[in-house]
């Protein structure tokens, strides 16, 4: 025996269901660009900063040339890695890097970047980069995660 009925509410919860990617993916960024500001924040003040510049470098080239942005990195920088919200809808790619191979920058050119992480036979590391992504990856998963679950409450409540 089957049974028919009707649904109370149906085209409302489809409205908030259609309003929940945007809402989520707006959360979603926002969370991302904070959590990135203060990963980058951190790989400044590890960076280390030429006491005595040479010709070649500027004191502070490498800690300048610390940033993030969305979607690809500067040419020649060195990238983390690139992390990308799946199933929101829209470029959700962040990506966090250092250093470049932009001659045109001149002294600002802080190509060595690699070498300041890892170091090389004549140099020791002075690792500032991926101790600092290691250092914040779990807890910016999770806000991003909770800003995903505060978005789908919002919209369910109608905000």
Do not use: C, H
């Amino acid at each position: 025996m089957a049974r028919s009925g009707t649904i109370l509410g149906l085209a409302k919860l489809q409205k908030k269901l259609d309003r929940l990617p945007t809402v989520a993916r707006d959360a979603i960024r926002q969370k991302m660009a904070g959590t990135a500001d203060e990963i980058v924040a951190m790989m400044k003040r590890l960076a280390p900063v030429l006491k005595e510049p040479d010709d070649r470098r500027r004191a502070g080239a490498l800690r300048d040339s610390i940033g993030w942005t969305w979607g690809q990195a500067p040419k020649g920088s060195m990238v983390i890695a690139s992390i990308k919200g799946a199933g929101i809808g829209g470029d959700l790619t962040i990506t966090i890097f250092a250093g470049s191979r932009d001659k045109g920058r001149g002294t600002d050119d802080a190509f060595y970047a690699r070498w300041v992480e890892f170091g090389t036979q004549n140099m020791p590391a002075q690792p500032y980069f991926y101790v600092s992504w290691r250092a914040n990856k779990r807890r910016a998963g999770r806000q991003v995660r909770a800003a995903v679950r505060r978005a789908a409450r919002d919209v369910a409540k109608g905000q």
